[in-house]
C-alpha cells in the first residue's frame, strides 16, 4: 500500500459548494472531487506566480552538519535554523518553533539528518 500524505485546508463554504456543484455537473472536465479541482488550481496558480517572475516565500542553502539558511523572500532575510542535541532554533524568530522551521523541516535532507540525529537521542521533532 503507498502511503499519501495530506493537508486540510479551509475555504469558505458557499466557494466549496459552488466547486462541488461544478465537479458533478461537468464530468466531462475530469475532476472527480473537489480535492482534485482544488490541487489543480493551485498548481496552475503556482504556475501563473513563476511566470510573472514572483519567486516561491522560501528557499534554503548552505546546509550543514549543524544547520540550514532558509531566504524569505517576503520579509527579505534570512533565517538561520540550528540543530542541536536539545532542538531546533531559528536565529531570526529567536524561536524554537515558527514557520522557518517549519519550511526546513520539509526538505529531504533536513528530514534525512534529523532522523539519524534523533536514533543518537536528539530532541528533534518528528519528521
Known sequence: MTERHYKNISVKTELAETIEKFVRENPNYGYRSIAQFMEDAAR????ELRALGVPPRFGSFNKGPDGVRITDNRLGKIADIYFKPKGVWCDLDKARTCEHI??????PDVQEFIRRRRKEGWKLPDV
Open 44 to 47: 496552475k496558480r503556482l504556475e
Open 102 to 107: 517549519e519550511y526546513a523541516l520539509t526538505l
